[in-house]
């Protein structure tokens, strides 16, 4: 099991850029891959971001291609998310995940541990 704990988001400027993190415990961060979710008040969660056990394979939703990397440091066993050109529409709770296999997925029911999440608001 692990445990998954996000950094604080916060209330940025549209245009701003901000920066999460996801600190890891427990079993062993490198035997995971990770996702980073959002969800907006009224909508499904989806996933933005995913990353697979080495970093060598990422995945990032149309919507966010571009501005938002997402990277891992499995020494440290943390996550992060750098969101940049930030929109309105980017404003949800952000949920990092991790998913009991070494490749990476893309939907919500893949993933078996989250963090309790964070709010992210971009105002215009």
């Known amino acids: 099991q692990v445990q998954l704990e996000e950094s604080e988001g916060g209330l940025v400027q549209e245009g701003g850029s901000l920066r999460l993190s996801c600190a890891a415990s427990?079993?062993?961060?490198?035997?995971?891959?990770m996702g980073w979710f959002r969800q907006a008040p009224g909508k499904e969660r989806e996933c933005v971001a995913a990353?697979?056990?080495?970093?060598?394979?990422?995945y990032y939703a149309d919507s966010v291609k571009g501005r938002f990397t997402i990277s891992r440091d499995n020494a440290k066993n943390t996550l992060y998310l750098q969101m940049n050109s930030l929109k309105p529409e980017d404003t949800a709770v952000y949920y990092c995940?991790?998913?009991?296999?070494?490749?990476?997925?893309?939907?919500?029911?893949?993933?078996?541990?989250w963090g309790q999440g964070t709010q992210v608001t971009v105002s215009s």
């Open positions: 995940a991790a998913r009991s296999n070494y490749n990476l997925g893309y939907f919500r029911g893949e993933y078996d541990y």
């Open positions: 427990g079993r062993t961060f490198s035997r995971y891959a």
């Open positions: 990353i697979n056990w080495s970093a060598g394979n990422t």
